[in-house]
């Protein structure tokens, strides 16, 4: 990483002759690559807070900076109440259980926290992991054999296309972005499988466009298919009381299966779950990898995570903010002559086009001290590089001002 000199530390020990020839070599090609990545403009670079995430945050070597690319839709992360329950759960448990969660238990926070994650989704139970990368590779890998069929959405998640990689279901089809018919037309000619997996994001994380769940719900009723969505950008976001994406659209509850992260609007740690059936959970706990092989979420994560769900309900302003910061932001980019791509969820992306482009362009609005990554290919097709924007209820309008005047600057410029 190129803010720790790690990879100084090994070059010494290679020249120094403490490295197998292997080691050596590899080092050599894992230069190579880095530099390749330096050359194309795509090498990332990581910056180090020296504050509690929020609306403005102080970067090192960079001072306060306005943030708009983090997921702290709801300005939770660093809320005293929720640092107060992570703090009070530090003092009570301890670090951790030191191992996984059949072999060495569990804590009371970690079941307080499932059932209000069950009640806040509206299903019969939910069972935590230490992310929605794991979740979402725990549920498909549980759920997939030689007889059940995929179907997932083009645009959803690493975590989901990995997940199925590694599940290795007798089938998968990766149907067209939201293309329903695509879709119905896929589920139609699955033929003679005991299980169909209907899988999509509520929230598409790079174009910020929600799933077309009334339909998604309609055909997999229809075709006896399970319906699983990640919502990891639709919680604590979308719908009335920040229920999800399910809320948004009156089908609060009917979703079969959700997953969630709770390193965005819960609390912003870290940490995933699955919501569902008790026997689907009881199945999971009993038998999905990441359950039996890895250590459960440290208790202050799950103290902090429930208290956040406590500051959703009972604060509904919370959601009110998120969403009039979201209108404002959009209102000002358009008075600003800048078009962000439409959309309800508090992601608001503006296509620049190159990678390049994205790239000066997030680097001119740090110098301008707003703090916005830039997205290109790979992560995002080519010629549809952009800028993420990501609204929060901490926003102030005074942020929102600043932010669209660097942003119409360094699009100005390089866009
Ligand atoms: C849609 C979606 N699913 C899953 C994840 C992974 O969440 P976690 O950080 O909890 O592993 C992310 C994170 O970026 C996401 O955007």
Redesign the pocket.
Known sequence: MNVSGEAGTREARSAGGSGSNGAVRLDRELQAELDRMRTAGTLKAFRVLESPQGPEVRLKGHGEVVVLSSNDYLGLANHPAVVEAGIEALRRYGAGTASVRFICGLFEPHLALEADLAAFLGTDSALTYV????A?HAVLDALCDERTHVFSDELN?A?IIDAMRLARPGAKTVFPHSDMAGLEQALAGAGEVSRKLVVT?GVF?MEGDLARLPELVELARRHEAVLIV?D??GLGVMGETGRGTAEHFGLHGQVDIVTG???KALGGA???FIAGSRALCSVLEQRSRPQLFSNGLPPTVAAGARQALRELRDDPGLIGRLRSNTAEFRARLEEAGIAPVAGESAIVPVIVGETAAAIAISAEMLEAGVFVTGFGYPVVPEGTARVRAQMSAALEPEHLERAVAALGTAIARHG
């Open positions: 992310s929605c990368w794991n979402n998640h975590s994001d994380s990640d990891s950008h992260t709770l390193g870290a940490g995933g």
